[in-house]
T-cell receptor
């Protein structure tokens, strides 16, 4: 079945550092791919998405590119802020069914 | 902007009691979902619901669980006899039925269920 694997955390960074969170997927078809963010005590918020190969999703300085050849959707941000501290979930959706990765906690220190 | 809402935000119940978690999906959405997240773990799919019936469920969604859309707006998850291991955050989600929507699901803020 479909699955999503993302790098384990926590990832601890200093403010203005570069962030990468790796995500790979397995799917029988061509899923849509998503990154969701969960701030402490809150629900899941859609951060960005991509629906087909080579699409780049972007939002709030975060980017991720749908790479079919490597079945990846790595999340990147060039300069993180303390307010980016959260748990980030990679997810795939085939025919409406979501598979989530385990989540990566990101801690940004001043 | 329309959003998915869930009530209550936090529910504390004793083991063996029944609980009903409530969700109001976005009004023009046709597909509804429940997920759970045990503290510190991944978000797990429980059930999907379309056209007034369950379209898919996971192995977690056993006979203790049921879902219902009692009217045109609410979508509920009932746990018949709660166990300690049911303690988790429960998320409701919904999406449109239109093609080209990328199957994006909109999530509610969650209900934290604590079973004592």
């Amino acid at each position: 079945g479909d699955s999503v694997t993302q790098m384990e955390g926590p990832v601890t960074l200093s403010e203005e550092a570069f962030l990468t969170i790796n995500c790979t997927y397995t799917a029988t078809g061509y899923p849509s791919l998503f990154w969701y963010v969960q701030y402490p005590g809150e629900g899941l918020q859609l951060l960005l998405k991509a629906t087909k190969a080579d699409d780049k999703g972007s939002n709030k300085g975060f980017e991720a590119t749908y790479r079919k050849e490597t079945t990846s959707f790595h999340l990147e941000k060039g300069s993180v802020q303390v307010s980016d501290s959260a748990v980030y979930f990679c997810a795939s959706s085939s025919w409406g069914k979501f598979q989530f990765g385990a989540g990566t906690q990101v801690v940004v220190t001043p | 902007e329309p959003e998915v809402t869930q009530t209550p935000s936090h529910q504390v119940t004793q083991m063996g009691q029944e609980v009903i978690l409530r969700c109001v999906p976005i009004s023009n959405h046709l597909y509804f979902y429940w997920y759970r997240q045990i503290l510190g773990q991944k978000v797990e799919f429980l059930v999907s619901f379309y056209n007034n019936e369950i379209s898919e469920k996971s192995e977690i969604f056993d006979d203790q669980f049921s879902v219902e859309r009692p009217d045109g707006s609410n979508f509920t998850l009932k746990i018949r006899s709660t166990k300690l291991e049911d303690s988790a955050m429960y998320f409701c989600a919904s999406r449109t039925g239109t093609s080209g929507s990328s199957y994006e699901q909109y999530f509610g803020p969650g209900t934290r269920l604590t079973v004592t």
